[in-house]
């Protein structure tokens, strides 16, 4: 027996697979399942990526809460001392009270209420619900006439969209009409969570009447409330049973319009009747001084702000409600004007496009290097400049094929864990553009090397799988590890921010999963190459 084996031997040697599962001979050997894998994946990943939800930011908890009470008649030290120490002594109770800053002025207690950033998300809701419980429960120790608490835990609502709506020659009441109507409008819009009026002034009946010529009637303006409410009261007079049904018995006399309360009589301690319009002035009118003012282009208008549902498309809602806002303009009396103020949609637009450009780009300058570093070889035996190089474009192409393939599966899974498009989701796709084809250019030059030895394909497939895949999955790892503390972080910035971390190691595993399975595959059956010629 010979001591050398042949070439054709040694060939064959090197042909055979290691034992052991290997991915990539896997995906070789069911090459049809493989194929019909990554076409379903592609299809449902720019599906997922034309459902996925679109805003400027990611949504997050916000852990505070007002706490607002009034006590007509106190001065600053009284309230402080008998209502806002009564509550902040409370709040200190709840779990996970972290700030409690407090505001006493005359009549008025403002007391700002902070959890801890540690604080689960999904307990917030759980933690108002307590604030509202235990603060309620001291209510009886706080003084007469004491008005409230009234908490406010929703003021960190985001409005991407504000309406102005202006009207010439029209009163207040008549614009909170027109508003009130195309508030109910926008609600109706999908994925509208809240709409809020913002410059509404409210009507009032002010009553006004002389001192000194009630002092002359022998009568005190609390002796004329008095007889107004008892004149106003709602108060149930029982009902009438019959056989066949029961009729309610009401008790008539209420102030329907001005005119009836100018002609209410007031009785005088000497047995006189006056009409309350021969004592006192009475006109409508509006609150004064407003809460709130708001001003568009030097003209008072009302503001429409319109606040997106958790997990909605931003884009979507700003189609939606161009529509609904074009046919709301056509009910709209001559001189009323519903103009937009600001428009999120727009700026998410611009966030999405501009990714896309620089996707686009990222894909170009990668097709063009590894073009240009796999696939550009020296020819043998050529000695003009330019005969001596062949391209080969496969591997390029292999390697361009990694993003929109890696992409999509990332779109599908951030589809499913309900992540959606935002300035910091939109940021860590463009971080992993940088990442996401490392994998497949090392399985690629690592065929094309072995090939170059004489390896066959599926040989050199196998083999780049044995020795590259469990050190590129370790990098991968080691590169995912290094966001690891954005995920786990506890704080109100790490919830603001978790995408980071999601996006970018979603992204990394599945390029590993891509170069070992689906990159194989795109081994055409013959060379594919442009020669340059003079």
Request: glycine share 8%.
């Amino acid at each position: 027996m010979s001591e050398h084996a042949s070439p054709v031997a040694g060939a064959a040697a090197r042909s055979e697979p290691k034992a052991g599962f290997n991915l990539s001979r896997w995906a070789l050997q069911h090459a049809s399942l493989v194929r019909y894998l990554m076409v379903v994946l592609m299809l449902l990943g720019v599906a997922a990526y034309f459902q996925l939800g679109q805003d400027e930011d990611p949504p997050f908890t916000f852990r505070v809460m007002v706490v607002r009470t009034f006590w007509p008649g106190a001065t600053a030290r009284q309230v402080a001392d008998q209502v806002t120490d009564k509550i902040e002594r409370t709040l200190q109770e709840v779990p996970y009270a972290d700030k409690i800053r407090s505001y006493s002025k005359p009549g008025e207690s403002l007391i700002i209420f902070q959890l801890k950033d540690s604080s689960p998300p999904r307990d917030v809701p759980q933690i108002w619900y307590t604030v509202r419980k235990k603060v309620g429960d001291i209510r009886y120790t706080l003084p007469q006439g004491v008005q409230g608490p009234f908490f406010n835990d929703d003021f960190g609502d985001v409005y991407g969209v504000i309406y102005a709506l202006s009207g010439d020659g029209f009163s207040p009441a008549e614009m909170k009409a027109f508003a009130d109507d195309a508030r109910q409008r926008l609600l109706r819009v999908k994925d509208v969570a809240k709409v809020e009026l913002f410059g509404v002034q409210d009507e009032k009946i002010y009553i006004e009447a002389s001192q000194r010529r009630l002092a002359k009637l022998g009568l005190d303006m609390n002796q004329v409330l008095g007889q107004l409410g008892a004149q106003n009261a709602v108060e149930s007079a029982g009902a009438v049973q019959t056989p066949l049904d029961v009729v309610q018995v009401r008790v008539g006399g209420q102030f329907n319009d001005v005119s009836q309360l100018r002609a209410m009589p007031i009785r005088a301690p000497d047995g006189r009747q006056l009409r309350l319009g021969d004592i006192a002035d009475i006109q409508r009118g509006y609150i004064d001084p407003p809460q709130v003012k708001v001003r568009h282009d030097g003209q008072e208008v009302i503001a429409l702000g319109v606040s997106m549902a958790k997990g909605g498309d931003i884009i979507a809602l700003g189609k939606a409600l161009r529509e609904a806002s074009a046919q709301i303009e056509k009910t709209l009396p001559v001189g009323v004007k519903l103009a937009q103020v600001q428009d999120q949609p727009r700026a998410v637009a611009d966030s999405v496009n501009e990714f896309v450009k620089v996707l686009i780009e990222a894909v170009v300058i990668v097709l063009a290097v590894s073009f240009l570093s796999l696939g550009l070889h020296k020819r043998p035996g050529s000695h003009s400049l330019w005969r001596r190089w062949t391209l080969d474009m496969r591997p390029g192409l292999v390697v361009g094929i990694t993003i929109p393939l890696v992409l999509a599966v990332t779109f599908l899974a951030m589809q499913y864990w309900g992540i959606g498009l935002h300035k910091v989701s939109l940021g860590s796709l463009i971080i992993a553009l940088g990442l996401l084809v490392d994998d497949a250019i090392i399985a690629v030059e690592m065929m094309v090397r072995k090939m170059e030895e004489g390896y066959d394909k599926f040989r050199a497939a196998t083999f780049a799988y044995e020795i590259t895949a469990i050190p590129m999955l370790t990098g991968t790892l080691i590169t995912a590890v290094g966001f690891l503390p954005i995920g786990l972080a506890r704080s109100m910035t790490g919830e603001y921010t978790f995408a980071i971390f999601a996006v970018t190691v979603i992204a990394l595993l599945v390029s590993w999963v891509a170069s070992v399975v689906f990159m194989p595959l795109q081994r055409a059956p013959g060379p594919l190459q442009c020669l340059f010629s003079a």
